[in-house]
């Protein structure tokens, strides 16, 4: 382009009238949305609602696609495609699963995840501090938590002496991390540690046969896509049981310690805005979380016969009673 062509183009510009450019600032962006989870009515009023804080509304400015397998990691790849071909501006994607697939199928739209563990060593970036490539997020897990979820499950009477640690291999690709953790942190406390994979109705049946431990029920979308089945099958066979969310702990499981998962879509959306306002995905660093919780269910300490200890008591952030 020459200096006369240039100072055309420019005089041009100038003369558009100010809705003009403003109507071209603010075009309608769009996102895409890939989520396991089954809680979609929560998830993306939540999600609407922190993104309208920094701004982004749709119907006005932007435009959300959610796409969600509820816990089954089947359909995901074909979500994932279904998302791609819409050609968002940037990417949300909820659980391991979710950002696994749409690794594979891009590396120049921006992803933000929420709900994920380990995402240096499952290989989703270089580095926390400097993400590199084009996603980046927040996680739902720290490196002592696993530990932390035997530790509590170990205070309670009668004593626990053998645990199981139940997860779906398919949505939960990053439990032999986890395990490795727990399995150090059983050697330490005395305990015996045996995996339980579950990936469908009958599986999740069989863990009433598990009469001679308790369980630790791994973060996964499947066994919260599936929590009513599971919660019946461990009330049935009295097993004290740990949990991953709270969402298990009000449905009437014995305990959890988590992170708040809102509190990720929250932070997620601010990760969105910087992102769609210009700023790069591999110069905003992966964030862990800073806040666990603590749940207990007295009544149903109660009704399977065990007792919680005042001590960890004292430190829960809620007790049922």
């Excluded at 993400?131 to 009477?157: S, V």
């Excluded at 973060?219 to 599971?230: G, I, K, Q």
């Amino acid at each position: 382009m020459n200096r006369r062509e240039l100072l055309a183009l420019l005089g041009t510009i100038t003369a558009l009238p100010h809705s003009a450019l403003a109507q071209q600032s603010n075009a309608t962006r769009r996102l895409g949305v890939l989520s396991v989870t089954a809680d979609e009515v929560i998830s993306q009023t939540r999600l609407a609602e922190a993104l309208a804080a920094h701004g982004w509304k749709e119907r006005d400015n932007l435009k959300v696609d959610w796409r969600s397998s509820a816990g089954d990691r089947a359909p995901l790849a074909r979500l994932a495609d279904e998302l791609i071909a819409l050609k968002p501006d940037i990417l949300l994607a909820i659980g391991t699963p979710s950002v696994d697939e749409l690794c594979q199928r891009t590396a120049t739209i921006p992803i933000v995840f929420a709900v994920i563990t380990d995402p240096v060593s499952q290989g989703f970036v270089k580095n926390l501090a400097h993400p590199g490539g084009n996603i980046t997020g927040f996680t739902d897990y720290d490196g002592p938590l696993a530990g932390k979820w035997l530790e509590m499950l170990t205070q309670i009477t009668p004593p626990v002496r053998r645990v199981f640690v139940v997860y779906n291999p398919a949505t939960a690709p990053f439990a032999p991390l986890m395990l490795r953790t727990i399995e150090d942190a059983a050697r330490t406390l005395g305990v015996t540690v045996e995996p339980a994979p579950v990936h469908d109705a009958a599986s999740i049946a069989a863990l009433a046969s598990r009469k001679d431990g308790s369980l630790l029920v791994l973060p996964d979308f499947f066994t919260m896509a599936n929590r009513a089945h599971l919660l019946a099958v461990i009330h049935e066979a009295r097993l004290p049981a740990m949990f991953w969310s709270r969402t298990f702990v009000d449905e009437g499981g014995l305990m959890s310690y988590s992170t708040d998962t809102a509190e990720q879509l929250r932070r997620a959306a601010s990760y969105i805005d910087r992102i769609l306002r210009g700023a790069q995905a591999a110069d905003l660093p992966v964030q862990n979380p800073t806040k666990f919780e603590l749940a207990i269910n007295l009544k149903t300490a109660k009704a399977i016969g065990v007792t919680i200890p005042a001590s960890l008591l004292a430190t829960a952030n809620d007790v049922i009673e």
